[in-house]
């Protein structure tokens, strides 16, 4: 059995919601890449953080609480209206 560190959170749908976002704000270039330290812009990246969340709330649905469920609609909100400003500016 593989054991857990204790320093991080628990596992959670909103931490992976969380985590799915964040690298979705790294691809836009808001947050500097962890390996590179570079921010870059990869529009294609984005749009997949985004596409996995529409599946993770299609599989769910019916099975998370109120705020799991608001914290998926309003993540991809957000993101998608961070895809159009970026498409925008390019």
């Given at each position: 059995m593989i054991e857990a560190r204790t320093d991080r959170p628990p596992a959670s749908?909103?931490?992976f919601v969380a985590?799915?976002?964040t690298?979705?704000?790294i691809a836009l270039g808001e947050i500097p890449n962890p390996v590179t330290?570079?921010?870059t812009l990869d529009l294609d990246s984005v749009s997949h953080c985004i596409?996995?969340?529409e599946v993770l709330e299609?599989?769910?649905e019916g099975n998370r609480t109120s705020d799991e469920s608001e914290a998926i609609e309003s993540t991809l909100h957000?993101?998608?209206m961070?895809?159009?400003d970026a498409e925008d500016a390019g």
């Amino acid at each position: 059995m593989i054991e857990a560190r204790t320093d991080r959170p628990p596992a959670s749908l909103m931490y992976f919601v969380a985590q799915v976002a964040t690298h979705a704000r790294i691809a836009l270039g808001e947050i500097p890449n962890p390996v590179t330290r570079e921010a870059t812009l990869d529009l294609d990246s984005v749009s997949h953080c985004i596409a996995l969340l529409e599946v993770l709330e299609e599989k769910t649905e019916g099975n998370r609480t109120s705020d799991e469920s608001e914290a998926i609609e309003s993540t991809l909100h957000d993101l998608r209206m961070r895809l159009l400003d970026a498409e925008d500016a390019g």
